[in-house]
């Protein structure tokens, strides 16, 4: 079930240890995993890269969301696959860029859903796919704050 934007987040944890290499342990309460570069960026390609994981949790929220929200209305949708492309495009996409030199992320989702749906339906379903809290939270403004621990 999608988490609501209101819900607290767990605690993550992300620790490197090789200043070679760029192999990184995440880790969440009792679930961890591997991120990584490929290798020819100079990763040793042992986990997804930061912006795969980004793509997961947009991915992964989505189908949640859908398969919530069909549930909710009974509507037979069997399975959702969500196909993820991520790309960076020039600014002349973005009309009110002040440094023409910025790149803008485009996330473009492939909706697969199976089970006898209606078009009716599938339209709708495609609606709350942008109402995924992840998709949320991508798309709104955001805070950072970055600290030094002792």
Not at 116 to 126: D, G, H, M, Y
Request: glycine letters at 6%.
């Amino acid at each position: 079930m999608a988490a609501s934007p209101t819900a607290t987040i767990t605690e993550v944890k992300v620790r490197l240890d090789n200043p070679n290499g760029y192999t990184t342990t995440v880790q969440s309460g009792p679930h961890q995993l591997l991120a990584d570069e490929p290798e020819d960026d100079g990763g040793k390609n042992l986990g997804m890269a930061p912006y795969q994981l980004v793509g997961s949790a947009l991915g992964s929220c989505t189908a949640m969301t859908l398969h919530m929200y069909a549930r909710r209305k009974q509507w037979p949708l069997e399975s959702v696959t969500v196909r993820l492309e991520h790309q960076k495009k020039h600014v002349e996409d973005c009309k009110d860029c002040d440094n023409p030199t910025a790149r803008l992320d485009h996330f473009d989702l492939y909706l697969h859903l199976e089970g006898p749906l209606s078009e009716e339906q599938k339209a709708r379903l495609k609606e709350i796919a942008y109402k995924c809290p992840v998709h949320k939270t991508l798309t709104n403004k955001n805070f950072i704050n970055v600290q030094i621990e002792e």
